[in-house]
C-alpha cells in the first residue's frame, strides 16, 4: 500500500463525516472539511489532478469561511435560501468560462496535466457548489450531484478508486441532501 492509498483511508472518513454533518446543518462539518481537504490537497498533486489539488486548497479556506459565516450570522440569516433563474444562468456562465480559462492554463502550463479541462470544470464548479453551501442555496445540492457523477469518472480515470468510491457516495448524499433541505426549506417558508 502507498503513501496516496493510506492518505485516501484517512481521508475518506472524514470526507464522509463533512457531508454528514453539513446535511444536519451542524457546524462542526467545517473543521471535518477543512481537515480532509488539507489531506486530499498533497493526494491530487501526486496523481497529477492539479486543479483538483488547487481546489481542495481553496476548500480550507472556504473550510474557515463556511464556519465564519455559520457562526457569525443571525438565524433568519442561516435559513435555506433559493436562488433567482437568473442567478443561476449568471453562476453557471461565469462557471464555464473559468473552466475554459482554467483548463487552457493548465493545458499549457502544466503540461502533465492529464485532463486539463475536466479537471478545471470540476474545480471550478466545486467551488461554486461550496460558495452556494456556505450561503445555504439549496441548489448547491443540484451542483454536487452532477460534480459528484462527473468527478467519480475523473477519479476513477486517474486511479484514485478509494476517492472514486467517496464520490459515489458523495453522489447518494448529495440527493439525500437535497431532499433533506428541501423538506426544510418548504417548512421554514410554511412557518414564515
Known amino acids: ?17 463533512f457531508l454528514v454533518l453539513v446535511i444536519m446543518e451542524n457546524i462542526w462539518c467545517w473543521v471535518f472539511g477543512i481537515v480532509s ?4 490537497v498533497f493526494i491530487m498533486y501526486e496523481s497529477q489532478v492539479y486543479s483538483e489539488s488547487i481546489l481542495y486548497g481553496i476548500y480550507v479556506v472556504l473550510g474557515f469561511f463556511g464556519w465564519y459565516k455559520w457562526t457569525t450570522n443571525s438565524v433568519s440569516q442561516n435559513r435555506i435560501k433559493q436562488a ?21 492554463v493548465m493545458k499549457h502550463y502544466m503540461t502533465d496535466s492529464f485532463r486539463p479541462y475536466a479537471d478545471a470544470f470540476s474545480s ?3 467551488l461554486i457548489a461550496t ?4 450561503y445555504k442555496w439549496l441548489s448547491a445540492w443540484v451542483f454536487w ?6 468527478s467519480l469518472w ?4 486517474r486511479g484514485l478508486h478509494t476517492t472514486s468510491i467517496l464520490m459515489l457516495v458523495y453522489f447518494v448524499f448529495s440527493i439525500v441532501g437535497y431532499v433533506e ?11 414564515a
Open 145 to 150: 450531484i452532477i460534480i459528484n457523477v462527473f
Open 131 to 134: 460558495y452556494m453551501e456556505a
Open 84 to 104: 433567482s433563474v437568473k442567478t443561476h444562468i449568471l453562476i453557471i456562465s461565469l462557471g464555464i468560462v473559468l473552466s475554459l480559462g482554467l483548463g487552457t
Open 181 to 191: 433541505w428541501r423538506r426544510r426549506y418548504l417548512k421554514q417558508n410554511s412557518l
Open 154 to 157: 475523473l477519479y476513477f480515470d
Open 37 to 40: 481537504s488539507a489531506i486530499y
Open 1 to 17: 500500500m502507498d503513501i496516496i492509498q493510506i492518505l485516501e483511508y484517512i481521508a475518506l472518513p472524514m470526507a464522509l463525516m
Open 124 to 126: 471550478v464548479f466545486s
